[in-house]
């Protein structure tokens, strides 16, 4: 790993800044500082964009890595490859990693997968989507949002989208969240979180708020008044935790319905 | 936890309830439908259903007759009455002839009928 960065000047003295996510160069580590030859190598070896990520760890940032050369490897002709999803969070609660891979090849996931996981010792989950179709799901869907509101790209982005509320789409996605209320108390926690998470990205959406990772989380904790950890924690009080989630529930559905009579989509 | 069979069958109603309507709106809407492995993530009812069939006796065969009836009609009367809230509100393309056609599939599949 080699980072080329630029001596800047100091009252003092003199620096180097280096980003703060990196793959190794750990504080405390004695680095070699020597001047580069810009005829021979003008671009750094390695760039990742990052979205709303404050802190990564640097082996995570190993396996991000991995999985781009892994992708490159197996994919001709791709856009991006965007990191999302739970293992961008801090610790290491994930139980996979989420990978957006932007092309409008056909690719074997099954390969890939088996790949990221030989690799990395991580299950790879792989989502393939054009281009276009990522900007539908952005334009209709919140929890596509809410996707790219924290990511890791390969490349930089910016996707610029007219949201279009869909209220037909709306009415399928909140559907799946009724699972919840008639299975409780054999719902895992993450289960639960990502049935609430759906359910509360969508109230939100249909209340025109900005639907980010941060702020769908927080929204819950408004509604329930308990932080996300005890919904993955799994411990609820379930009598008032149902009673909250039919009332969303049922907002939600009321402004769908009345979406759906007004004659939108 | 020790559940009596009736509940386990209100159980199984409840969610195969939920797979048959989601997959009835799945279709009225399938052309405007993106890629959705994330929501595919979410536990799925039909995988609940046949968790909650798993444990009903008899397991190996077919339920009788009396309990296939019931369970039947209950599905189909909640899937159409949920389905009738939206065609009421003008929503199109729900096609309620997939009702009992599903509903028999699915029974089917997992070992009720």
């Given at each position: 790993m080699e980072i080329i960065s630029k001596v800047s000047l100091g009252s003092r003295m003199d620096q180097?800044?280096?980003?703060?996510?990196?793959?190794?160069?750990?504080?405390?580590n004695y680095v070699i500082i020597k001047p580069l030859n810009l005829e021979i190598e003008k671009k750094p070896l390695e760039k990742i964009y990052f979205y709303r990520i404050k802190n990564i760890v640097s082996i995570k940032l190993e396996i991000i890595n991995e999985v781009f050369i892994i992708i490159d490897k197996y994919v001709q002709n791709y856009e991006n490859i965007i990191i999302t999803g739970s293992f961008l969070e801090e610790g290491f609660h994930f139980n996979d990693i989420d990978v957006l891979?932007?092309?409008?090849?056909?690719?074997?996931?099954?390969?890939?997968?088996?790949?990221?996981?030989?690799?990395?010792?991580?299950?790879?989950?792989i989502l393939v989507l054009s281009s276009k179709a990522l900007v539908r799901g952005l334009e209709a869907d919140p929890l596509y949002q809410m996707m790219l509101s924290r990511c890791v790209a390969q490349k930089r982005f910016i996707y610029k989208t007219k949201p279009a509320l869909n209220y037909k789409l709306?009415?399928?996605h909140l559907f799946k969240s009724k699972t919840l209320l008639d299975n409780f108390d054999i719902l895992n926690g993450r289960e639960k979180y990502n049935l609430v998470r759906n359910l509360v990205a969508i109230y939100l959406y249909l209340n025109k708020k900005k639907i980010t990772v941060e702020?769908?989380?927080g929204e819950i904790k408004n509604i329930f008044g308990v932080n996300v950890l005890k919904i993955k924690d799994n411990v609820l009080d379930k009598k008032d935790f149902i009673r909250k989630y039919k009332l969303i529930y049922n907002k939600s559905f009321n402004l769908i319905l009345r979406g759906i009579e007004h004659g939108s989509k | 936890m020790v559940q009596n069979r009736n509940k386990?069958?209100?159980?199984?109603?409840?969610?195969?309830?939920?797979?048959?309507?989601?997959?009835?709106?799945e279709k009225a809407v399938s052309k405007e439908l993106v890629a959705d492995k994330y929501r595919k993530e979410l536990a799925s009812s039909f995988e609940i259903a046949r968790m909650y069939r798993e444990k009903i006796n008899p397991v190996n065969r077919s339920l009788s007759d009396k309990d296939v009836f019931y369970i039947k009609n209950k599905i189909v009367a909640r899937v159409k009455s949920e389905l009738m809230i939206r065609i009421s509100k003008g929503?199109?393309?729900?096609?309620?002839?997939l009702v009992e056609l599903l509903t028999d599939k699915a029974l089917k599949d997992v070992k009720i009928s």
């Open positions: 180097v800044y280096i980003p703060k996510n990196r793959i190794g160069f750990d504080i405390g891979v932007l092309t409008e090849d056909k690719i074997s996931l099954n390969i890939i997968s088996l790949d990221v996981k030989k690799k990395t010792g991580i299950n790879g989950h709306l009415d399928l702020s769908v989380d | 386990l069958i209100e159980l199984f109603i409840g969610n195969l309830f939920n797979s048959i309507v989601h997959e009835i709106l929503y199109e393309n729900i096609d309620l002839e």
